[in-house]
């Protein structure tokens, strides 16, 4: 079936650059729902309950963002592609380790995915810039929700009880 | 970090057979919930809202008994492993093919794939039988809720108004 | 239309067996509902409206079952069969007499009713064991509610403040 | 139990006819409901979900149409009558074959049942508007929804994409 | 004030009969609803909790049905009154003794009253039926209700356990 | 297409005028919904938000109404029609002038388009009473909630804290 | 029946005085309901909107502290008594007049009808708190919230847009 | 650990008057609801449903009462003691026999015990008004709460259909 | 009335140009809630009930995309104008033909409607940019829900069971 | 009152070995919630909110396990006991000490008071499987939840930041 | 515009005093939502999360504690002020630091406020019961759930895992 | 504490200069919060209820964008302030006088508060597009939420009934 199923908004270039930066941002967003779920079953440590309860929150908005981004491709044309081995070969997140997962551990792993993952948002944003304004504002409300998130990550990796 | 952080309520040789009966059944469950997904994108055809809403349910359906599964296996004291390349890498679910795909054939890949993921599951029921009551049980709830589905899919592709 | 429609998880043998059970079974709860409205809009007498609520439940909980273990039949690939013919001519529930029935007749006919649906419901069960534990499972927790209702129906069928 | 239980707002004559009247309109509403399930659960075809999903929103409202037919009949001082006996004898609803069910085959059945209903209700109303106004307007609003129903069935059975 | 103040859909004297109607059936709605209260408080015996639970449902529909009526009396022209001292004045329902109640006393009770409001309203129904259409569509919904209440009432004052 | 596609309850004559009935009050309901949007973001005065929110209800009304009788048109058999310009065409409802306008305006207006619309609804009804029962009860039902709204708009319209 | 039935956690003459502060209360709670209703009818004028929906706020409030008062009667030993007669004879809240009231005049009214209740709570509560303290806690509630009504209905009366 | 963990808003004296109040009160509360519950699984007769139902109602509301109390006593600086050994040990609660017990005999039961509770209630709301007003108004809430409890099982009490 | 009742945030060529998209906007939304009402009610085909089901969502969404423009165009300070006549005139949006529509008809004539529709946005987007950036980012988040009913659309409309 | 009250489905030994599992079960979790809510209390520490919640939660399941195995106890013919005395002189869960407890000593206790339930579950669970199946797949289920919560608090208790 | 807009029901002393109490209650519990909003958005270390949803409750709390307090100030006759000048100039509440705040810092800082808080309410609940009962019990509800929360903050303070 | 808790997604400069955008508006809607419900409370004339239940709504809004703004200044590493003094002194945002106000006064005074506020925010929305998108989208959608209030305002100062 040849991608001339769903007529796109955009001209052939716009939908082409447009299904790269939605088919990116779609691997990194499933990617950090499937390591959000991981950390979850396997985190330890006197925080395990708090972790365990803000991670499913990450899980639950990955998979809410990856939905929507994954049919924006749709809806510019593109096929997405959010398969296990598709993801597993295109990912730019961070990889957690097998095996149980102290806390400190995890938000660490976190905040350095999301800073990532953020990293690569921001010049997602610029390039739609050029490309389509729709696209570009569902990547700038995604982009806000991810950096609140790293927010409160970094906020609990703060060192406890210090005077700074 | 060793397994040993979790106190497993089976003995040794139980804990590790439960451990591979249920990530083998991670695997296929979360596959199961990512293939759901790439087909509620790519879906083309007259029956596209139909079978596009009807995949929503078995994505809920695979990640609520994904998440079941995983929690089981961390309570009988093994970690499980549900990272992308593992279940790229691990999966016995076929797979389906990039692009576009019509609704025919979703239903028809569905219904194999469900046909495989029940066998595997009948076979684990029986080994876990020998082993653990419990995850026995959370094994058989689960493949009731899957044959229920394959039901439902194979309904969807019977011949329409042959007389058979 | 032949059974071939729906290819059943189980061998010819065990698909018409567990067949066999779930169609008894369908025609006992379909007509548990029947009765269990009949009941509902006949009955009199002081207890009347607890009685009317209390039947009710027993329809809804009944109507649940009925629909669980028609799909279960599908799911094993046999057709399920609770037309009002069938259901007349295949119960072995006992029958209300016609017209205004006292909440005491009420209640002590389904005290009947359901020790003898209970007790082909626990054949079932040694039956399934031998055939398919995903069927088996399901008569066992729906066994479960029917013996929870039967204890509440004898509940109030006791004597009133005597002091045995 | 005599069926002066209960007193009757409406005089003998009316009392009895409205009784008959209402008793055949139980029936044909449960027997509708019975049929809806066995449709529900042996329907195949391509239209397998969307059947699947309508009828039960068809049984809901049988059922829900009986109860209340049926309380008017005690209201009216007559005790109903839905026992799985009496809706095999009584009902003038075309039964369906049993077995697995085309899609076709299902709306078709069921543009013919409602036909067939509808035409006896409004024979019905046209009686009871020489007996019990009340009675009446219960006929009517049951009507108007049988008839919209009706409309969808038939909506659903016209010849797609011709020009007609 | 006078009544011009909203131009009535009815002619004058339409409106006046229709104002009568409504009044009457306003004031015999609003004393219910008391007297349901009053008994809801006052009543004693075995069966006190059911029939206080019951009372309530018989107060919400009283209020529910009143509010209607009011407001149908507004909308027609007339201003409707249902002030204490009217209430007392012009109401026909029979009125409960003051103090401590019986069960039994408050079921009998209520079977009366339900019976000669159901007259009353069966009469307007009538008047209602050469005045307006409206008045008369809703005077009918309201006596379907009450008289599935009063079967209610005389199905819990049947004698218990009496073979008839 | 024609007309034959839904089999119509009413014969020839009945159908069509029936439909005539119903085409006409889906015209005046949707018209009335659109006034009341248009009313709803164009209304300016002290009274701006107890007007702008009930104008809001009013919407919601006209638009439900209209969709029973839209439907009511199909079940017997006559296509309905409420595009825009058979609207504009069709309408009997007094309309809004462009631009801003106050509170008193738009209330004296609505008071005037109900007054309208219910003196045309309450033909109607005695129309249909010769047609059919079923959709005289729709049509009664609908009016019924016209008169209320009217009568509520004519209460706004009373001088304030004036002694008549 | 004797008040004997329910034994007052009061000492007799407890019992006797709490039941006559609660009786009163009760009177003038359900007499605040019956007006607030008839007031929610009658009322016209440019503000009927809003003071039809606050009177409906007032009425459940005070059907709601009606209710407390009653059960809080009974608990003590004593029977409540709001029969229609009753509450007309012993009520102290101002009455209305018959017919359509403006808004002005409406809003006027409770503000003194509150005033009224008010000063006998205050009065009440006093009396109470040499009583029973039970009975004076729940009368501080009640009067705590008829006084934030009264201050809205205060607010709502006083001039518009002058600079005082 | 020594109860200065909790700073208490008391002087010492006042902490520790109000702790054994709320203790007490505690443990009458806590085994209130074990006795709720073991009434709830025991009883049998006609009434058995009724009383079932109840005495959920009971268990919540002694549940509810015991946390606030628990935690009150944790405010004033007091660690509560509700182990099953201090409640065995300290409550003042009438016991129920063991086994199957009537209708008759269980509300008797609780009428007496919610006697004695109350009476102990009084008791302390007196005592704590010396100590801290804030203790004594949630003791008086809870008694409001117990003795409409109270009054509801003697009114199930009372003889049926006698004439007094 | 003069345009000048509410003082807009942009100067008076801002307002000026955003009252003419937002007025042309509104003109496209409101006229596709009405063809998407006028679809839901007269498609016909085997498709019926999705089609029907679908139209609904897209009729609820452009409801709610025309409240939200008309508000924004009140809030730059023009009024809006959504009247039958002017949707009948202003309209770009393709007719629907009356009478019965087949469900492939129903979906191409929507297919064509909004990539028409999307197209005039995508015009107003870029001269939004100009003007107004709140009005701008308003007309971007009803494209990006407008493209994603747009591709659904087509998706139903591709070809079933073929091989691309 | 004798035990025949209830007709078990189980033989007589078959109800006595049931009875003795059902009643061992039901002062564990009876006991466990009473523990959960005693340190819900008494726990101090920097851990304090997240345990205080997590303990909650294990109250509410332990409560809902309780009365699920005492209603089994019923329907089997035996009459459950978890009197306060009985739960006190028959429970195996270690209890905890009076006054405040840090957040680290109550995880550590729950962790060991599980342990020693699973075990015990465990024991139950193949006695049960020669008893009775529907009362070991009710112990299944539970010790099922208990496993899970097992592994929540271990996850807990695990040393934080640490490599292992 | 002067006080006597509304009329007090305490006399001018009382309503003076009462005044007072209320207003300084208010600015404190003003403040203590303004700086449990900053903490919320400022707090940095492990217990980031847990503290920072813990924040929120305290100022719904306290947000709702001020709406009860400035609206009983208007029901006694006396305007409130909650400017933000008002609130920066009369509290009495403890101000936090700039910047980022260390969770153990912010517990801490919050234990203190509470007291301080505590402490003033107290002296507030002594004053009003010598001016007004009804503004008393108000205060008293108010500290009892102040008090709660202290113990809470005081509960997370203590020192972990120590023997004390 | 030094910034640097929170690693910007911006450079120094932008970090910086979003972080003094943020503030501002941070101020001036917790301000405008603050003064929206002191109007709540102080508001009195003919349209107190009217104005007083908008002014809740206008608060609800002010407060949860106020949290969206200091999260985002968090987001982008700088801590957020938001205490009393801070807001007294930063705010832009006109001040209400003590005391009792007319709604006329109410309402003109927040019509020139919004105007005021929404000229502030759209100068930061130009100045934002020079840093961060991410933080220009969302000025952007509290602005075009502001402009939709302060027209509501608008049309309310409008005089009424005039010919205008």
Redesign the interface.
Known sequence: ???S???S?LDEVGRSEAGVLLQETLVDL??LS??G??AH??????????V?L?LDEIVDAARLH??TV???????GV???????????Q?GVP??A????????VVSHFVDAY?KV??RM?DR?ERA?RID??T???L??I??DL??Q???L???????????
Chains 1, 2, 3, 4, 5, 6, 7, 8, 9, 10, 11, 12 share one sequence.
């Open positions: 079936m040849t991608t199923q769903i007529r908004p499933v990617d499937l390591l779920k991981q079953w396997t985190v330890v440590g006197p925080r395990f309950r708090t365990h803000q990856a939905d994954a049919e924006r491709a749709a809806a510019v096929a997405p592609d959010a398969r296990a081995a598709t993801v597993a070969g990912t990889q957690l097998e095996g149980w997962l102290t806390d400190d551990a800073a953020i990293g921001r944003i810039g304004l729709v570009q504002d569902l700038i409300q982009t806000a950096e609140k790293s927010w409160m970094q906020a609990e990796q703060a060192a406890a009880g210090t005077g700074n």
